[in-house]
């Protein structure tokens, strides 16, 4: 499909059109292997193919077409940032953490191998992650795949995504106030979403205001996204979530629900829809694929 008709096209198709070429992208960077690493390489294809909504590796593309970033660029950026996410569910899932069994409708990693492959398939995820992003594939210039590289280390680790999981995992998770869920959720969801934004505006080699305007609506986009998750979690079933329902709400973890109520957190996602919207503005009609990503994510029922 061209990009003047991908334009126009309803947003499942363009999610399921990007979800499917950076489906392909995943497939080639891990191919099928044979000998001793076979299994260990069909536990990282179980963990990351076929499934999910693909949203961050969609944020990275339509944010870099905003620049004009040639697909196979920004798909590349996109397939590393979809390895490093996969990773962290791969962990999460494990008995260590949320011992989940099921994830994306399938059997978790950890159930349909073991634990020890499960480990090191997130583990080969999340390096491989940033090899993707050395190639000089990805960008030509190294010092634009440098900030990709270094960008992505501090999203996916201790003062990103890892911090976020530790603070989950701690024992003052039970008794959070709303800003410390906020500061927990940046971290442990939003901080990955933000990069989804930055590293289209990176690849696309965009000026420090049109950087910053994409990083704020995508903090934006992840907090709403994740008051959403707090909503199903309440609200959806086994079946359209393809994990466990009520995960949080069984184990009595303060959540956006249990402060704001249910009314009270679709209200909060609102606002800060908004508030995304705004700082969309600069860029006109060319961002309306990721104004259409706000409703898509209040919507979203999985
Ligand atoms: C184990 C290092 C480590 C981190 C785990 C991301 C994460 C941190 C845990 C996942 C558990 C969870 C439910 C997090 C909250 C929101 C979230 C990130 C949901 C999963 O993302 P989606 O909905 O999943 O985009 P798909 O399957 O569509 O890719």
Same mark, same amino acid.
């Given at each position: 499909?061209?990009?003047?008709?991908?334009?126009?096209?309803?947003?499942?198709?363009?999610?399921?059109?990007?979800?499917?070429?950076?489906?392909?992208?995943?497939?080639?960077l891990m191919p099928d292997a044979g000998g001793p690493v076979g299994?260990?390489?069909?536990?990282?294809?179980?963990?990351?193919?076929?499934?999910?909504?693909?949203?961050?590796?969609?944020?990275?593309?339509r944010s870099a077409d905003l620049f004009g970033v040639p697909r196979e660029r920004s798909l590349r950026a996109a397939a590393a940032l979809e390895m490093v996410h996969c990773y962290s569910l791969v962990h999460d899932d494990l008995p260590a953490m949320d011992d989940s069994d099921l994830r994306r409708g399938r059997p978790t990693v950890h159930r349909a191998f073991d634990d020890a492959t499960a480990i090191l398939a997130?583990? @080969? $995820?999340?390096?491989? *992650?940033?090899?993707?992003? %050395?190639?000089?594939?990805?960008?030509p210039d190294a010092a634009v795949r440098c900030r990709l590289v270094a960008r992505l280390a501090q999203a996916a680790g201790s003062e990103g995504m890892v911090g976020g999981q530790a603070i989950d995992l701690s024992d003052e998770r039970h008794g959070l106030d709303l800003p410390g869920i906020e500061r927990?959720?940046?971290?442990?969801?939003? @901080? $990955?979403?933000?990069? *989804?934004?930055?590293?289209? %505006?990176?690849?696309?080699?965009?000026g420090e205001a049109q950087r910053e305007a994409l990083v704020d609506y995508a903090r934006l986009l992840g907090l709403a996204f994740q008051i959403v998750d707090d909503l199903l979690d309440v609200e959806g079933t086994t079946e359209e979530l393809g994990k466990p329902a009520q995960q949080d709400s069984d184990l009595g973890k303060a959540t956006f629900v249990v402060h704001l109520g249910v009314e009270g957190a679709r209200e909060r996602a609102a606002e800060l829809a908004d508030k995304a919207r705004v700082r969309l503005d600069s860029f006109g009609e060319n961002a309306d694929a990721l104004r259409r990503t706000i409703d898509f994510v209040l919507a979203r029922r999985s």
């Open positions: 499909m061209t990009a003047a008709a991908l334009q126009d096209a309803p947003f499942e198709t363009q999610l399921g059109e990007v979800a499917a070429a950076v489906e392909a992208q995943l497939g080639a299994r260990l390489r069909a536990a990282m294809r179980h963990g990351s193919l076929n499934g999910g909504k693909r949203l961050r590796p969609f944020l990275v593309v997130g583990d @080969a $995820l999340l390096t491989e *992650a940033f090899g993707v992003l %050395a190639d000089p594939a990805t960008h927990l959720q940046a971290l442990k969801t939003g @901080a $990955l979403i933000a990069f *989804a934004c930055e590293a289209g %505006a990176l690849l696309g080699e965009a």
